[in-house]
């Protein structure tokens, strides 16, 4: 469960702002797409709900534990995966995902079946003694993907998680977040690729100017004069 | 010729970071005195050096005037600038050529490889005169002097002084152009990058030899007789590296055979940059191009090494002790800058000591000797430590050398308090380390028993504990996170320097109180503990404030 209230975020002593005053709810068990133009405030609001940027006001519930007051209590809840995969490029793949191991406190035959697992499924079992120097942008973004998925959070924030995986391991992906909310878990995503938020997500939100200006289930978007497509929907939103 | 330009404006934008500059004078105000104070720092830092040099020169002009051969200075002096660029030049060159990491954003572009290179080569140059200049100037503004020269020598001078770096950078660039095309240089980027960093410390270390044995006050008559006795080893190296011969010429003759040389000795360089850019259309990019696979070993992991691997569960802060250690033994600029230092910086005592058994250094050993007392040379030796632990830049560099990975020490579910004290311990392992080293190089050079290497040890280590804390709060306050090149997370940091003064002011509190006390010659056990109970009240107080600031900083911090 994500609740955000309020929150609000400017840059250059209040000239520019990024996020104004947004409100959110995600429940328990839904996959929300967070969608918006370049610059609206997007990874913004994601850098806030993890704890890398600080609000100027509102607060951010993760799983009932305030990021502000109680982080690390939220933090352990998290998996975050950044837009941009900037890891450790002198650990090994596998030194990186013990290290992430080691500071969640995930126990040794726990996080001997989920390595092995993703290893597997992202097809990184080669790579995983090599350097993370030596990866493609793709494979970055797996291993960093299975350092963040490996103690179960029961809140995945991801940003971008798409960009830069082929097609078979972004329909991994895809069914991984569906699984995750079939357990009754979150999942809080940003993408630009409208097709996979359409078919994949529960609810969506487009945030336009740092101001959340729709939300809803793809169904509740299309009501009123907003019909078709959700690229429809989304263009005619944002260029208002 | 038009994008050439445009290239080689945008490489010196680049390299002497003017936009960057631009914006921190006129954007981030707080931050413009950081890079006047740098250059102030280098200034001073650089003038007894160039200082020394200038006496060394003149008493080489003074030499070459008892053998009538004045000129001996000009050729003394560009070969060793033009030897300098050629050994210095060759790992600049291959940095920048072939590791640089815009080459990825300038191959696909409409650029013939010529403009490519010679705009890279034009900015390797333009950084070579910061060497050369130093160099150069001082003989040339003594010889121009001393003889009585006309105009004509100062208007030649600086021609030749423009020109003087271009043939050996060529050299090494062509060099460089046929070796890249078979040996594939790149997989081993870090063992060049070592590589280059030793060959650094050689010759600071040899600098130091060198002037260590210099009379005091008497650098013209060593400087003389080290001419009389290696004039003819100039020669022969002249010989062989001719332009050096043409430049002395071209300066120190004067009228029409003066301007012939001058003329040579541009046709020449002009000639092999034309060569060096034919070269560079046919070939530059094919070599480029065959180190750019990235070797990985692909061994597939075997379910008995994932067994072993993945079972060893270890606790957050020993798991984060053993990312900054692996971080910073496998990053070469860390590896010689933060943790070699401490082990090297012993080393040179030690050949500095060790290499005069008549100098004034074995004096002063044996006067320290003599003086009946342990004590002094005890805190003599401790002082030697203090140096070598408060001087490596790993605990002022701690946080900043996270640069753009930092957001995972922000998302992972660990106090600052914690990862901080991880870094407090590798940081003052690094300078354990360094604290041994000393210590045992210090024993040698005093003959000091087992006991007395003991007791250097602990005091060292117990001293080290304050100054690596202090120097850790430094960067736990203000990191330096932006950063496109390890170099600059290390070695273009203000901390480390702030971090230095800091472990200075430390040594010197506790010398203002072991000095008196020893003066006033009140028993050894006193004064020890003494300067333990000083680290202990000193570190107390730091350790507490590096853990709160710990805690609000991380908050703080935005990525």
Redesign the interface.
Known sequence: MISITGLSKSYNKGAVKAVDNLNMHINHGEIFGFLGPNGAGKTTTIKMMIGLLNPDSGSIIINGHDIQRNPLDAKRDIGYVPDNPDVYDRLTGIEYLNFMADVYEVPADIRKERIKYFLDIFELADAAKDLIKSYSHGMRQKIVLTGALIHDPAVWILDEPMVGLDPKSSHLLKELMRKHCEKGNTVFFSTHVLEVAEKLCDRIGIIHKGKLIAVGTMDELRQGDNAGSLENIFLELTEK | MRKFLTLLKINLNLNFGISALKYRFTREKKKRWEPILIAFAIIVGACPLIVLYSFMMAGVFNTGMVLNQPEIVLTVSFLLGQFMVLIFGLFYVMSMLYFANDLSILVPLPLKPYEVLGSKLAVVMVNEYMTLLPILLPPVIIYGIGMKQSIFYWIKAIAVIIASPVIPLILDAIFLLIIMRFVNVRRNKDLFAMLGGFVGIIFAVGINVITQRMPDGNEEEFMKNLLLGNIELIELIGSKFPPSIWVTRALSQTGFSGAIYLLLFIMVSVFMFVVLLWLANRIFYKSLLAGQE????????TTD???R????????V???F??EW??LV??PVYMLNGLSVVVVAPLIIAVMFLSQKSGDMQELIELINQSGTHLVITLIAIGFVLFTSGMNVVASTAVSREG??F??S??????PKQQVMSKFLVSFFVSFLGTIAMSVVMAIIFTLPIARLILIVVIGAVCSVPMTALNLLVDVLHPKLTWNNPQEAMKQNMNGLLGMLISLAVMAILAAAAIPMAIAKLPEWIIYSTILFICVAISVPSLLGLFAAAEKSY??L??
Do not use: D, G, H, M
Request: aromatic fraction near 8%; avoid cysteine.
């Open positions: 990235v070797s990985r070993k692909r061994k597939k992991l090494e994932a067994e691997q993945f079972s060893k569960v270890t606790s957050p020993t798991t984060i053993w990312r692996k971080i496998r990053t753009q990975t957001w995972i922000k998302i992972i579910p660990v106090s908050r703080k935005e990525i």
